[in-house]
């Protein structure tokens, strides 16, 4: 070998450039493709919410099939006929209430004298007024999010779940249909009282013939996901509570 | 195999039986036992790792003769790391679906100790053809480890491959289940791929008495 690569300065100098090769490629790179990323990712929401609405290309029982990117944008100004945003007791409407990020509200609202944002889309499907409800919880490993969409009485007509690292196989699976299409139909009130919806271990309804207990059939292998669908469930509705309950009045 | 050399095929086949990484040379058990529970999961991973140590292999052999010695370790780990993080983000700006439905794959293939086993096992001492055979053939058997035993996992454990229902509907009762038979859900813990790859450590031995250790 022609260099002493042992020596202290040369393994210096190596790290110093290999680092600034490698800082400058990736930071190229990620600037060259942030423009296409943040735009897929505007459709991906947009798709998501208009999943939550039933507005999707499901057939059968097989994947989730989202409404294609190139019909979403239409299809989103279509069904989703408008945009609110709750801030205490003042309701704005806003476009583009759909770009506000959720996670950032949560941090923001630790501070007791900031008044979070909480956005809501209300869209028209056959005739029916629909509420999407976003929320943001933990799983497992990582975020979990998710739209939960209601009627007027507060009943599901239908959800989309997310996350950004469960378990392959095991947390994953609630982004299946067979867990998300479980949720439609169920009570989020029992009676008068808020209860929320809660992913349950054998509750020995596994077709969810029960529609009013607020629970549908847990996934095995992912007790701790599934109770993330819970908690996160039972937060964020109840933020969405007073004004959801002033639609009936 | 006329394209390659006697000894270049070896490279690729040797790692596929007699010098499996998962079950001779007992590496990337991790994530053989995380993602295998599904079969479409352990494919994704299968393939994901192949592209990864292919290239890292590469790259890392073109590099050999100018990595100080002393940091060889933080050298491979950023090779990899630079290579998973590309791959990730040109999948988000052209393949936005696929990204997503690999969601913690991408991530995982860090963690792979075979990757890294490789790098300063072969790829330090060797041209850049014969690793690229290397990783490929690594790759490859570990691969193979996980369809088997993610074959399994789904099957005993869901009763589907692919997400197919292969043995009928559990709740309607048709198809094995009408006879009694029940899913294991035991399967869809990681635990059990433990003892799968038990199994097959066991029969591959005992076919072949040379891979027994003293």
Avoid at chain 1, 185 to 192: K, T
Avoid at chain 2, 20 to 48: D, E, F, H, R, Y
Avoid at chain 2, 53 to 76: A, E, W, Y
Avoid at chain 2, 127 to 145: E, K, Q, T
Wanted: charged share 20%; hydrophobic share 45%.
């Amino acid at each position: 070998m022609a260099r002493n690569t042992d020596k202290n300065s040369y393994t210096i100098i190596f790290a110093v450039i290999m680092v600034i090769v490698v800082g400058s490629l990736l930071a190229g790179i990620a600037q060259g493709l942030k423009s296409k990323i943040t735009l897929n990712e505007r459709f991906e929401k947009m798709q998501n919410i208009l999943y939550a609405i039933g507005v999707n290309g499901n057939e059968g029982s097989g994947d989730i099939t989202f409404i294609s990117t190139d019909k979403v944008e239409e299809a989103f100004s279509k069904y989703i006929t408008k945009q609110i945003v709750i801030q205490g007791d003042e309701v704005t409407e806003n476009p583009e209430a759909y770009l506000i990020d959720i996670k950032k509200e949560e941090t923001k609202a630790k501070d007791p004298n900031y008044q979070r944002r909480l956005p809501l889309f209300i869209g028209e499907k056959d005739g029916k007024t629909l509420y999407v409800v976003p929320m943001r919880g933990k799983g497992l490993w990582d975020a979990i999010w998710g739209f939960v969409a209601v009627d007027k009485s507060l009943v599901v007509q239908g959800v989309f779940f997310d996350h950004a690292g469960e378990t392959p196989g095991l947390g994953a699976e609630i982004k299946q249909r067979y867990f998300m299409d479980d949720f439609t139909g169920e009570h989020v009130l029992d009676g008068d009282v808020f209860k929320g919806i809660t992913v349950a271990k054998g509750n020995n309804d596994p077709i969810n013939e029960n529609k009013t207990d607020n629970k549908v059939d847990a996934i095995a292998g992912a007790t701790i996901t599934g109770d993330g669908v819970t908690a996160m469930i039972k937060k964020d509705m109840k933020m969405y509570l007073p004004y959801l309950k002033s639609l009936n009045q | 195999m006329g394209l390659l050399s006697k000894k270049d095929s070896k490279l690729i086949l040797d790692p596929l039986a007699d010098n499996n990484p998962i079950t001779i040379q007992v590496l990337g058990i991790c994530s053989a036992l995380a993602i295998t529970a599904q079969l479409k999961a352990s494919i994704v991973m299968a393939i994901s790792v192949l592209a990864v140590m292919g290239i890292g292999n590469v790259v890392i052999s073109l590099m050999r003769n100018i990595i100080p010695s002393k940091i060889r370790i933080i050298v491979q780990l950023i090779v990899v790391a630079s290579l998973v993080i590309i791959v990730d983000q040109v999948l988000k700006a052209f393949a936005y679906s696929l990204s997503k439905e690999l969601s913690v794959f991408i991530g995982l293939i860090i963690t792979n100790c075979i990757i890294m086993g490789r790098f300063e096992a072969f790829a330090l001492g060797n041209g850049p053809w014969r690793s690229f055979l290397d990783g490929i053939g690594n790759a490859a058997g570990y691969g193979v480890i996980l369809i088997i035993v993610g074959f399994f996992r789904e099957l005993l454990g869901s009763g589907t491959l692919l997400g197919f229902p292969v043995l009928g509907d559990p709740i309607t009762k048709t198809g094995v289940y009408a006879l009694g038979y029940e899913n294991n859900g035991f399967m869809l813990l990681s635990p059990m791929a433990l003892i799968i790859v038990g199994l097959i450590i066991w029969v591959q031995r005992a076919r072949n008495k040379d891979l027994i250790e003293e």
